[in-house]
């Protein structure tokens, strides 16, 4: 019986949120922190899947073909193999054990990071010939399909497929075109984990891109990325609160990566640490997906005489921060942050 083991990993970002489906600009940067699935081949038709993640249930079974779900892990799963099918390409039965580094949950594209390993195990296992473009359509159309229903944009996705531990990536998803940015060799990013989670999350992201949705709708554009280039006061004074507000968010969270692009290829941290203090006001203030607890995590780390900026990363509603230092002073940094807040806990220090 064959096996096959696929890896993908999960990944901060830079700056540059909430714009992925508003056709606009992200600047993510890989983790050396991902998801491994070691998959083989069955005889039947029965996929057999544990994983050693703190999740429950510790295992799932279920047949090809009647991805029945359950409102657990393996839906996820459930929903690869279901799109597959609906693809017409069809796989066999298989088990496969599911190891993760990444904290579930917390921000940092653990998601995308197990669709990408299990299709890439499962390419391997069936000879499925997925391309990376294959790897990044099917992994995004899980997360918005049925089995999980957030409606995701591609961001996750391309970062974990396309992205380096060592540069951050720019990406236009307007055609998916994307530039490597060098970091600076003095820059230093904190990935904290508040530890909070919001039971809401799905939702709230949802009604954010509805948000979004609807005021290109009333301001008679496909995308909030075709309004730039005009004066942003004269396009959110046509808006009702809070569709005034997201659309701000966007265009100026659109401005921030440019800038930020600009700052790393200049050498300028302290620029590039206002830059992710801003976005963090603007995720706050007009986009409204932060938490009580992401804001006291920011303001703890933003306290500390090391720290040059920081903000939420992902997509809010719980989850993590990142906090910009020097060259070797992120881990004390954290770690003095991590006491402060009396929760929470360093996930990793990047690069
Ligand atoms: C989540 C989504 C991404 C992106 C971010 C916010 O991570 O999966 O597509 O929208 O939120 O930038």
Avoid: K
């Avoid at 995004?140 to 957030?150: D, K, L, M, T």
């Amino acid at each position: 019986m064959r096996e096959a083991t696929g890896y993908a990993p999960g990944r901060v970002n830079l700056i540059g949120e909430h714009t992925d489906y508003n056709d606009g600009l992200v600047l993510p940067i890989a983790l050396e922190l991902g998801v491994t699935v070691r998959a083989g081949e069955r005889d039947d038709d029965l996929v057999r899947l544990g994983t050693d993640a703190d999740v429950g249930p510790g295992a799932v079974s279920y047949r090809i073909g009647h991805e029945t779900p359950d409102r657990s892990w393996g839906d996820r799963v459930r929903g690869i193999t279901a799109a597959l099918r609906d693809r017409g390409i069809a796989i066999g039965g298989f088990t496969a054990e599911i190891a993760s580094d990444l904290p579930a949950g917390a921000g940092l594209g653990s998601s995308a990071a197990l669709a990408v390993a299990v299709l890439r195990a499962l390419g391997d296992l069936f000879d499925l010939g997925f391309g990376d473009r294959d790897l990044v359509d099917l992994a995004n159309a899980v997360e918005n399909g049925p089995f999980v229903g957030a409606r995701a944009g591609l961001l996750d996705q391309l970062a974990s497929v396309y992205g380096r531990p060592d540069a951050g990536l720019r990406i236009d998803l307007r055609d998916r075109s994307t530039v490597m940015i060098p970091l600076p060799s003095d820059l230093e990013l904190a990935v904290i984990d508040s530890g909070t989670r919001h039971a809401h999350a799905t939702s709230g992201y949802n009604r954010r891109r509805a948000e979004c949705e609807e005021a290109g709708r009333h301001l008679g554009v496909a995308s909030l990325r075709d309004l730039e280039g005009r004066e942003i006061f004269s396009i959110i004074e046509r808006l009702v609160p809070p569709l005034d507000r997201r659309v701000r968010h966007v265009l100026t969270e659109n401005e921030r990566v440019r800038e930020t692009v600009a700052a790393l290829q200049a050498g300028d941290l302290p620029r590039v640490g206002t830059l992710l203090d801003e976005s963090h006001r603007s995720l706050r203030d007009d986009y409204e997906v932060s938490t009580a607890e992401l804001d006291r995590l920011v303001a703890v780390a933003r306290s500390d005489p090391e720290v040059l900026g920081a903000r939420l990363v992902g997509g809010g509603f719980g989850g993590s921060i990142i906090a910009l230092t020097r060259r070797g002073r992120a881990l004390q940094a954290a770690h003095r942050v991590v006491n402060e807040y009396r929760g929470g806990r360093l996930v990793a220090v990047v690069p």
